[in-house]
């Protein structure tokens, strides 16, 4: 882990404005995973709202994504620094306990305090076919998502109940998903992963409620980023089975937005004394029923023929022994 010393360039500042809704004057607000999507946005947010941030993220090793990594982090620093006070950045790799540990402490160091801290960090996977696929290579895939995604928000919750129990105060909250409830269709490492990150909230708010320390989940809907545009989108921009099935289920029949997702976070950021191990489900009402089989569901709106077909190829595709 070490601090990146960035200065400010209002050219590479991404194209951003917020109208203050909440006022976090004083607050320190910490963000892992503070280089993706969703963190960008809440960030300088938080910023607009008078809060001072501070962000963690590891850079990729492959040159060309490092080139995008840094680019992207040089903006996310200048939208933040133009809203409010420069962010405290620092480079640190969430699935080793070292580094969050240090993270954590470097913050409370430099701002004095860590109010409320949010665990972005997360990956996705392709859909897992546990009859075709390669079992070792399944295997692998599984173990990386659960690394990071539950590993990694174990390590969060352990560094930030260690600056927040002695305040007696703090907020510590983790990115869930309706993976967390929900089966997300062949998301076998996702849906273990987040189901047991909500596991880590419960456990955590009924621990260090005691103390002032307040953990809980945001779980928004489906938000096209980064993380799961391939899943959900054609290289044309058009939408995959995937995508129809949970919009299908989805009462606004819309993806959620970037700026949707961080009202709720921004209203989470505000003293709510009686909010702990609880998840909060921005999502459009989508977590009512979820999405299951993406080429069933399609096909179900194409009539009971196109069913059939499906069971007939099912059957080709998938021979009986």
């Known amino acids: 882990m070490h601090v990146v010393p960035i200065s400010v360039d209002s050219t590479t500042a991404a194209d951003f ?24 946005t809440f960030v300088q947010a938080a910023a607009a709202c008078g809060a001072r941030v501070a962000l963690a993220d590891l850079p990729p090793r492959d040159p060309e994504r490092r080139e995008e990594f840094d680019a992207k982090l040089r903006s996310i620093f200048a939208g933040v620094a133009a809203a409010g006070d420069a962010p405290l950045v620092l480079h640190a790799d ?6 969050v ?3 954590a402490s470097e913050v409370k160091t430099r701002l004095g305090r860590i109010d409320v801290a949010v ?49 007696r105060s703090g907020h510590i909250i983790h ?7 929900l089966a997300l269709y062949g998301s076998y490492g996702y849906n273990s992963s987040k189901h047991g990150v909500e596991g ?33 989108m054609t290289p044309e921009g058009d939408y995959r089975p995937r ?15 970037r700026e949707g997702v961080a009202e709720t976070l921004l209203s989470m950021c505000v003293e ?22 993406p080429d069933g569901s399609e096909a179900v709106y194409a009539g009971p023929e196109a069913v059939d077909e499906l069971y007939r190829r099912l059957d080709s595709d998938y021979p009986q022994g």
Not at 27 to 38: D, E, H, M, R, S
Not at 94 to 99: A, G
Not at 245 to 253: E, G, Q, V, Y
Request: aromatic fraction near 8%; charged fraction near 15%.
């Open 175 to 181: 990115l869930c998903s309706n993976a967390s409830r």
């Open 94 to 99: 969430l699935t080793s306990i070292d580094d």
């Open 17 to 40: 404005s917020w109208t203050p809704t909440v006022n976090l004057e004083g607050k320190v607000v910490f963000a892992f995973g503070g280089a993706g999507n969703l963190a960008e």
């Open 119 to 167: 665990n972005f960090a997360g990956m996705h996977h392709p859909v897992f076919d546990l009859v075709r696929d390669d079992a070792a290579e399944l295997a692998a895939r599984f173990r990386s998502v659960i690394e990071l995604n539950l590993n990694g928000a174990f390590f969060f919750t352990v560094a930030l109940a260690r600056v927040m129990v002695p305040q």
């Open 272 to 293: 709510q004394r009686h909010l702990t191990g609880n998840v909060i489900f921005p999502d459009d009402g989508y977590n009512i029923e979820g999405h299951s089989w």
């Open 200 to 232: 880590i909230v419960k456990t955590a708010a009924a621990q260090l409620a005691a103390f002032g320390v307040r953990v809980n989940g945001i779980a928004p809907g489906t938000v096209v980023t980064d993380l799961n545009r391939s899943l959900t």
């Open 243 to 257: 995508a129809k099935s949970i919009l299908a289920h989805t009462p606004t029949k819309r993806f959620l937005t």
């Open 101 to 103: 540990l240090e993270a």
